[in-house]
């Protein structure tokens, strides 16, 4: 082989190592935890387990860890991350250092964020952009304050991916007690969260136990490493490609034939020929081409950058919002956020400051604090202020009307910062809330009937007892519960069927049911699942007054929710199935498509996708309808329920 041969094979190879390399999806990641949890350490490690280190990096290494002695002859893999003197010095982090490596399956960035109270806003920072959060708490002393800090911003942030890496290990003689003490702590703690994906690693990052490949000394843990979970944690579903937003960067106008508009799909799909509209102008025409260096295409999707043109001539300019004419955001002068204050000087309701997000700047003020959040309890404290790290919900007011959509709806669109206007310092990072989560709103499980004249329940001249002597049994509900496709329907379907045939008066309830009627008019969201459950709570227990049996499927995912339901119905008539049917099999049988729509990002919150499914404390019945035969659990459940009711 010539020369040019060579180089020519050389090139090919080059190509297609880089085409491969392209191709490899990117995880965004960030370390957080409290001082000394051993953020540093443990990434350092990874990097040198994933070959991310070059020889002439280790080489150094070894001198600076030889030159600090902080630990003995071996090498401290903290000294790759911890690149300021002062770092190196006080063996602390202080500003966000970020790092790239990769794997055979996958591209790394991390964010080694600092673990000081005093730096809080440092790893609000490095969170911002993160699609999964390791947590680290160091196994000797536990779960502490600014481990529950950091848990609660990152669950702000909507970061929906958790590890939770119980580190140093070596410090208790890798005691699984230990470990599973954390956890449950942790998972007290997180239920008042919104983390739906939370995973736990014991390691000592100092050795390498299981940061790449399993230890021998945790022979009791049968998880996976901490870098196999960051390859195969699934990310696929957690961007919004439902709604299409396209923030307006530059205005192309080379000559008179074309007027173009640059920018970047924030979020969602667009095609030639889609109707959209302008925002905040509410201007509408049709997409007439989209634009790239490399030609024209006929669609374009989250985090492309192109330029469109459109049919009409349309007044547009930079912070202006491309949406799709169907699916618009919210538009307003005046709104709910909550606030990262990040500025040693305190907020002042009232002062004029930058509000800055994507390409819009405008004049803004927070015109008051609704309320501090505790991080320690998550309580809410009245405050007319915010000082340096505290967290609080704010009523923001702007100059110019503003777009924006919820921050847990979309990251881009609903997040913002405020900047001193005389110093220039950002001094808070913004999350727009859903209006829908405004806590003046009442809870109608506990709030009484604004009509106060006619709230008392009309009581019935036929007794109780009379119906079950009439009926020849006591009424009851049973409440079926579990993921969607785990067989609640089919089972309730057969249990009312078999009441029915020995004579009992039977009504079926369903979800779906109550949706395409009494619920038609709720979404998805936690607190709509709660009011769906609170309604079908009220008809069964009406049905139960009226001496009936009701066997209700729900999916009722949340362990709060259904206690409530079942105090409302009352604890004698309530008797509680739960189908843990493992979610692979749930999603063979699936037949509304709510998996793959959540896959797909379509929809948002559901169980065993990007929502955990909290698993009943108390349940009398706990099945799992995977391949056993419906028959044989309908007369498991019949000898249940005629011993304990009948």
């Known amino acids: 082989m010539n020369i040019a041969q060579a180089t020519q094979t050389f090139n090919a190879d080059v190509k297609l190592l880089l085409q491969e390399h392209s191709r490899k999806e990117m995880l965004r990641f960030i370390t957080c935890g409290s001082v000394d949890d051993g953020k540093s350490t443990l990434i350092g490690r990874l990097l040198l387990e994933a070959g991310a280190v070059y020889d002439d990096q280790i080489a150094a290494l070894q001198s600076d860890s030889k030159k600090h002695g902080t630990t003995g002859d071996d090498i401290d893999p903290a000294l790759l991350l911890d690149g300021l003197e002062d770092e190196r010095q006080q063996g602390i982090t ?5 790092r790239y490596f990769t794997t055979p399956k996958r591209k790394f960035i991390i964010a080694d964020t600092p673990g000081h109270e005093q730096f809080t806003r440092n790893m609000a920072t490095g969170a911002s952009n993160a699609d999964l959060a390791v947590i680290l708490v160091d196994a000797s002393k536990g779960i502490l304050t600014q481990t529950k800090r950091h848990a609660f911003i990152v669950s702000l942030l909507g970061i929906k991916h958790v590890i939770l890496a119980v580190n140093k290990m070596d410090l208790v003689d890798y005691s699984k007690d230990v470990f599973d003490e954390i956890c449950d702590e942790f998972r007290c703690f997180s239920a008042k969260l919104e983390l739906p994906d939370i995973r736990f690693v014991p390691l000592s990052a100092l050795r390498g136990d299981n940061v790449a490949q399993p230890s021998a000394n945790t022979q009791w843990y049968e998880g996976s490493s901490l870098l196999h979970l960051l390859e195969t944690v699934y990310i696929g579903s957690d961007q919004n490609r439902k709604d299409f937003r396209f923030c307006v960067q530059f205005v192309i106008r080379p000559d008179r034939t074309f007027r173009g508009f640059s920018g970047t799909v924030v979020s969602g799909t667009v095609r030639v020929g889609d109707e959209i509209v302008v925002v905040p102008s509410v201007k509408t025409s049709k997409i007439k081409s989209i634009e790239t260096m490399n030609g024209q295409l006929q669609e374009a999707t989250t985090k492309q950058s192109v330029t469109i043109t459109l049919e009409d001539e349309i007044d547009i300019t930079r912070g202006d919002m491309i949406v799709r004419k169907e699916n618009t955001p919210n538009v307003s002068r005046q709104a709910d956020a909550m606030l990262v204050w990040m500025s040693e000087m305190k907020l002042q309701p009232g002062k004029k400051y930058w509000f ?112 079950a002597s009439a009926y020849a049994h006591k009424p009851m509900t049973i409440l079926i519960s579990g993921m969607s496709g785990s067989g609640k329907t089919t089972l309730a379907k057969q249990i009312e069927k078999e009441l029915f045939e020995l004579g009992r008066k039977t009504v079926l309830l369903d979800g779906q049911t109550m949706r395409s009627g009494l619920s038609r008019d709720l979404g998805f969201s936690a607190e709509e699942r709660s009011e769906n459950l609170r309604r079908a709570a009220e008809v069964a227990k009406l049905l139960n007054d009226s001496g009936l049996i009701c066997v209700a499927a729900f999916m009722a995912p949340h362990e709060e929710v259904r206690q409530k339901a079942k105090d409302l119905i009352g604890t004698d008539r309530f008797f509680h199935i739960h189908l843990s049917t493992p979610i692979d099999v749930c999603r063979k049988r699936d037949q509304s498509g709510i998996y793959e729509a959540a896959d797909r990002g379509e929809v948002s919150g559901v169980a065993g996708v990007d929502r955990q499914y909290e698993t009943p404390e108390d349940a009398n019945m706990t099945i799992s309808l995977g391949e056993t035969n419906v028959y044989k659990i309908v007369d498991l459940v019949m000898l249940r329920i005629f011993n304990m009711h009948f």
């Open 356 to 467: 800055k997000q994507l390409g819009q700047k405008t004049s803004a003020e927070v015109k008051m604090v609704r309320y501090a959040v505790d991080v320690n309890t998550l309580h809410r404290t009245a405050s007319a202020s915010l000082g340096l790290n505290q967290i609080g919900r704010c009523e923001i007011k702007t100059h110019d009307p503003v777009v924006f959509d919820p921050y847990r709806q979309n990251r881009q669109t609903g997040s913002f910062i405020l900047v001193d206007r005389i110093t220039h310092e950002t001094v808070a990072a913004g999350m727009f809330v859903d209006a829908g989560t405004d806590d003046r709103q009442s809870d109608h499980w506990v709030t009484q009937s604004l009509a106060e004249y006619s709230a008392k329940p009309v009581s019935s001249l036929v007794s109780s007892e009379q119906r």
């Open 94 to 98: 202080i500003d966000v250092a970020y």
